[in-house]
């Protein structure tokens, strides 16, 4: 039987308003249904956002101490149920299990890292042209932020937005992708089992067509942080801006790998397919292009192609499965077509390019690991974010011309290099337009105590993580205090 999940709002399980549901589904089993889950409307995201407006006088005047505390508290209840979050990511969004177990090991240094942040010092004390006043900031919190997450992240990503929301004083309403609920459940179970005051913590699943537009524009919203596509972010940024209301955008990404001529082949061509295809090819960071320089590029796409065939394509159960499905069947048909359109555009596709068929793949939503080559710089293929376990190969005449067509697109996420030279190293970490440089490692990949964040279309609003968080999920009060009139 299948089992149907409700929202939770103000420490207490509900049903929507409608009682209305939708099922989520297993990628590499379209026949498994994962669960049903409420189809919220706008009232019931109305209903959550009070609750977190209700919550946030007593949660923001909490000590940061106090706060922190309930995050370690998550960091253990995580880690003695490590394999039900992994085996929840990997059934519904079809993630490779081993990284299913990373993502989870990830959320974990996560709370750990801002449950500890919680005792921090948060203000500086500035001198004073007059010796009689104390002049210091301190931080406060910004109150109600709306949380609005991506699927092929479902426990990270909202966990690198909550944890640093929580331990700074905000309350919070998540609202996960219809695509990928059920994590967000256990999330919401994970608060419930170390006591997070009521309110604190709300989630409301549904589409964000239904109940987006609430988590933005509502009164009570102080703030609002998104990871998705990049024409619905620039949708809230302009109703957040209506509103008054603090924005955090990430987005897209288009993101490049430049070979030089003096790289380590053999690595770069491993680092390279590793970054294009695992998970295949459903990260933001994910490596879409790689611009060889000068005559290594016949070598370097022989190494790839090699690679790319060895790969073990199969459901995200199985260990050995590098190839997993991608998450419904629009996104394989968006690839599809992409790839398509390389072809059409002039592209030679070496590898992949259909999907696979036979028992274990037929009811599921697989598509092949494809590398394509002979890429104009400016071809849709090169140039738009496909989501898919595609890499397409651009050649360049120099370093120079490389740089530029790394930089020809609208987004600038991640990207990286692969040479045995500082100089070249050094003048690519200045020159490419990106939030994230890699230096001979994967564009995919990030630890959780530095800045996460891209350049362009990729990103907008205060950077994720590490200690610039704090700058997005607060705001500095500066406070004199004049002992003269004692």
């Not at 299948?2 to 207490?12: A, C, D, E, L």
């Not at 003096?262 to 090819?281: F, N, P, R």
């Not at 996460?452 to 200690?467: D, L």
Request: aromatic content about 6%; overall charge negative.
């Amino acid at each position: 039987m299948v089992t149907t999940y409700q929202n939770f709002i103000s420490g207490k399980w509900v049903n929507g308003q409608t009682g209305e549901t939708s099922p989520s589904t297993n990628p590499a089993d379209l026949g498994d249904i994962v669960g049903e889950f409420q189809k919220s409307t706008a009232e019931d995201a109305g209903a959550a956002i009070t609750a977190a407006h209700t919550a946030k006088a007593a949660w923001g005047s909490a000590s940061g101490l106090a706060r922190g505390q309930y995050l370690l508290k998550a960091a253990s209840y995580l880690e003695s149920h490590v394999e039900e979050f992994a085996q929840a990511i990997t059934r519904e969004a079809g993630k490779a299990i081993l990284e299913s177990r990373g993502e989870v090991g990830r959320a974990i240094a996560l709370l750990q890292y801002f449950g500890v942040d919680g005792s921090n010092p948060v203000g500086t004390v500035v001198p004073s042209v007059n010796p009689n006043i104390l002049l210091y900031t301190n931080r406060v919190s910004l109150g109600v932020v709306s949380l609005i997450t991506p699927w092929n992240f479902p426990l990270a990503i909202p966990i690198w937005k909550m944890a640093p929301a929580l331990v700074y004083g905000n309350t919070i309403v998540l609202k996960p992708a219809s695509a990928a609920p059920l994590v967000s459940t256990l999330i919401a179970r994970m608060w419930a089992e170390v006591g997070l005051p009521d309110g604190v913590f709300n989630l409301v699943t549904g589409s964000g067509g239904a109940i987006g537009g609430e988590l933005v524009t509502n009164p009570a919203v102080d703030a609002v942080s998104f990871t998705g596509s990049t024409k619905v972010g620039y949708g809230i940024a302009v109703d957040s801006a209506k509103n008054g209301n603090r924005y955090q955008l990430e987005m897209g990404g288009k993101n490049p790998v430049i070979v030089l001529p003096d790289a380590d082949l053999e690595q770069a061509a491993e680092i390279t397919v590793a970054g294009a295809m695992k998970y295949s090819g459903q990260k933001c960071t994910a490596t879409s292009r790689a611009i060889v320089v000068g005559g290594v590029t016949e070598e370097f796409t022989s190494l790839v192609v090699e690679k790319t065939r060895a790969l073990k394509i199969g459901p995200g159960v199985d260990e050995g499965s590098v190839i997993v499905p991608v998450i419904d069947e629009a996104s394989r048909e968006n690839i599809k077509s992409a790839i398509a359109r390389g072809v059409k555009d002039g592209g030679n596709v070496l590898s992949g390019g259909g999907v696979p068929s036979g028992d274990g793949f037929d009811n599921g939503t697989f598509v092949e690991p494809t590398v394509i080559t002979k890429v104009a710089p400016d071809a849709f293929v090169a140039c738009e974010e496909i989501f898919g376990p595609v890499l397409s190969i651009i050649p360049a005449q120099g370093y120079d011309e490389a740089v530029q067509i790394a930089n020809s697109v609208e987004y600038g996420l991640s990207a990286g290099v692969f040479t045995r030279s500082l100089n070249s190293a050094m003048d690519f970490a200045n020159r490419i337009e990106a939030g994230i440089v890699k230096i001979n490692g994967e564009t995919a990949g990030v630890e959780p105590q530095v800045p996460f964040g891209g350049m362009k279309s990729s990103s907008t609003g205060n950077r994720e993580q590490g200690k610039a968080a704090i700058e997005f999920f607060t705001q500095t009060k500066t406070i004199y205090m004049d002992r003269s009139a004692t």
